[in-house]
């Protein structure tokens, strides 16, 4: 496994896009396996992989919470600026 730090700007994106979509992968399955006896928690893991895929998309910066969303959200800026930004905000 490679240290984070050696990645390329190109690496860190993929790599935070591959995560997102995961993640709502994983929320999509939790929702289909609750559906029938607890739908309320299900809509409330469709929300958050709508929320994923709107990420991974690349379609909303207002929900940056996390890392991969810093980096998505200052895909044109530099690496390091990238880790400073999510480091202080």
Do not use: V
Not at 4 to 13: A, G, R, T
Not at 21 to 45: H, K, L
Not at 61 to 85: K, Q, V
């Amino acid at each position: 496994m490679r240290d984070f730090h050696s990645l390329s700007q190109k690496e860190i994106l993929a790599l935070a896009i591959s995560l997102e979509e995961e993640d709502e992968r994983i929320y999509a399955d939790f929702a289909e396996s609750m559906r029938e006896n607890f739908p309320g928690t299900a809509s409330m893991f469709d929300q958050m992989g709508e929320e994923k895929s709107s990420i991974a998309g690349g379609s909303s910066r207002s929900t940056s919470r996390g890392s991969a969303s810093t980096f998505l959200w200052c895909a044109g800026r530099t690496c390091a600026d990238s880790c400073n930004a999510s480091r202080s905000g």
